[in-house]
């Protein structure tokens, strides 16, 4: 090659079993799903007193509980006994938790407080079979949780806040939720959602609302951002944040869509979404 000849550019494909591979999939439950903050729904779903959010978190079921007290809790959606779900996925209301199974029961702070029916020898000690409890945290008006983090969520969020530090998010309230389900991987989702050369082949109608000549993607501490001019009658006002490791934010004239992209296995996902509108 001459020595003023640029050097071809090699482009090299992931390996595709990264996304279809079991070993890579606990793999990432591990070090990737255990160790980050997961948003969970909006803050105003646990509000009350026995108010409660169950959520999936790749496999690992948990739940915040708001208490008696005022206080809120979060515990791994799991009883002591034998590993039964106690509470279905979802926002409710309870007094108790009591395992549909064997129907032991835990109060809101997971101390358990029934073992019925189990016998006394031994005697079951309550304050030896408590709920595991999970970190949460708040941030403007949204909840996060978290198995095992890796360091406080804000942390994660890097300039996040920044970037939304004029929207005005505690203004909204949460009206709706929606799951989505599809067979791939997460991955592969969100290697779509964070670039938009796919939109003119895939997403005619989109493609036509927007300025696309003018859609960007540019990457930041803690997030990715695209954004494209719209033109009239687009319901989102051109901007859109992922951030790691799986969630969304899409804003829209008077509100914001929320997701989380949760994996259930290497070839399964759910993505749960919550719709917010500005109260007026």
């Known amino acids: 090659m001459p020595d003023d ?46 108010d409660y959010l169950a959520i999936d978190i790749a496999g690992t079921p948990v739940f915040a509980i708001r208490g008696r007290d005022g206080a809120l809790r979060g515990f791994r959606n799991v009883c002591r006994h034998r590993g039964a779900k106690l509470l279905a996925d979802g926002a409710g209301q309870c007094g108790l938790v009591v395992c549909p199974y064997h129907k032991w029961s835990y109060s809101d702070t997971g101390r358990l407080v029934q073992a019925p029916w189990y016998g006394r020898d031994p005697a079951i000690v309550p304050e030896d079979w408590p709920l595991h409890p999970v970190h949460l945290a708040e941030w403007r008006g949204l909840l996060f949780a978290a198995l095992d983090p890796e360091g406080p969520l804000l942390d994660q969020l890097g300039d996040l806040p920044a970037e939304l530090t004029d929207e005005p998010m505690e203004t909204y309230s949460a009206t709706d939720s929606a799951t989505v389900s599809f067979d791939a991987n997460w991955k592969v989702y969100t290697d779509n959602f964070v670039e938009g050369y796919h939109i003119p082949g895939t997403h005619p109608s989109f493609y036509a609302a927007i300025d696309f000549d003018a859609f960007e993607t540019t990457a930041h501490r803690g997030y990715v951002r695209m954004t494209a001019p719209p033109k009239e009658g687009l319901f989102y006002r051109g901007k859109w944040l992922w951030m790691w490791p799986n969630w969304t934010l899409s804003l829209f004239a008077g509100g914001m869509n929320v997701s989380r992209i949760n994996p259930v296995g290497p070839h399964r996902t759910d993505q749960h979404y919550h719709l917010s509108l500005i109260h007026i």
């Open 5 to 50: 000849a640029t050097p071809a550019i090699q482009y090299l494909n992931l390996d595709p079993a990264l996304y279809v591979r079991e070993d890579i999939w606990q793999e990432e439950r591990r070090r990737i799903f255990a160790r980050t903050w997961q948003f969970m729904g909006p803050l105003s779903s646990v509000a009350s007193p026995g």
